[in-house]
Structures are given as structure tokens and as C-alpha cells.
């Protein structure tokens, strides 16, 4: 016989408090790696000479390799393996990226904002874009079987 209680796990308040947890979690691992892609940016545009957009492509390239890092261990806890991991981590930073570089091309290229203000709009935007995949699909362990199934 099936018992129709919820596990505790999949109870709305637990859910609701762990996806919380996780989102804390994930900002304060992507303000790390926000402040290097804007170091990047900043350093890029301001010292190099170098246009916006790529600035702002590279640094999020770049500080892709240390959020993989924190969000697997730190924000998610997975232990889905790396082969898997990175694999779908890629697909979303790729996604992610195409957001970036089209969110600055818009805000910065051609509505002529400010690049640190387009950056600002543009990080918030993929921050939730890359959260909700990276939580739902990219980190997510694999469904659990229920007994007799």
C-alpha cells in the first residue's frame, strides 16, 4: 500500500525554503564572479581601448570557470558528474552569453546607454535566466524512482 503522505523533502514550504537557500546562494557566488567579469569589462574598455560588447563577452567567458566551480559545490551541492555537469553547464553559459552580447549590442551599440548601466540591466537578466536553468536542468539530480515503479 502507497501511504499519500509527502515526503518531507517535497513538502511546498521545503521546496519553497531550500529554492531561496539556493537562489542566496547563487548570488553571492555570482557577485564573485559578477565583480570579475565587470573587473574584465572595466579594464577592458577603460585601459585597453577595447569595444563594450567584447569586453563584456569576455569576462563573463572568463568568470564562467570559476562559477561552475562555486555553483556545483557551493550554491547547488550536486553531485552529478562532471562529464554531465559541465556539459549542460556549457549549454547555459552559451545561452547565457548569447543574452549578454545581445542585451549590450542593444542597450550599449544601439540605444547608446552607458556600457556599466547596459551591464547592470543585462547581468540581472541572465542572472535569472542562468539560475532557473542551471537549478532546474544543469545541477538537477536525476528524478527519484518510487518503489514498485
Not at 531550500?18 to 564572479?33: D, E, I, N, P, Y
Not at 563577452?57 to 562532471?82: E, K, Q
Amino acid at each position: 500500500m502507497y501511504s499519500t503522505m509527502r515526503p518531507e523533502s517535497s513538502h511546498p514550504a521545503v521546496v519553497n525554503h531550500r529554492a531561496s537557500a539556493q537562489l542566496l546562494r547563487f548570488v553571492a557566488a555570482g557577485g564573485v564572479c559578477t565583480l570579475l567579469q565587470y573587473l574584465i569589462l572595466v579594464a577592458g574598455v577603460e585601459v585597453a581601448g577595447v569595444d563594450a560588447v567584447v569586453a563584456s563577452a569576455t569576462g563573463y567567458l572568463l568568470s564562467a570557470v570559476l562559477n561552475y566551480a562555486l555553483n556545483r559545490r557551493f550554491t547547488f551541492r550536486s553531485d552529478i558528474t562532471h562529464r554531465i555537469a559541465m556539459l549542460r553547464f556549457a549549454v547555459v553559459v552559451v545561452s547565457g552569453m548569447a543574452l549578454n552580447i545581445a542585451g549590450m549590442w542593444l542597450l550599449h551599440t544601439y540605444l547608446r546607454w552607458h556600457y556599466l548601466y547596459a551591464q547592470v540591466l543585462v547581468t540581472l537578466l541572465v542572472l535569472l535566466w542562468n539560475f532557473a536553468w542551471h537549478r532546474h536542468w544543469t545541477f538537477a539530480a536525476p528524478p527519484r524512482r518510487q518503489p514498485g515503479n
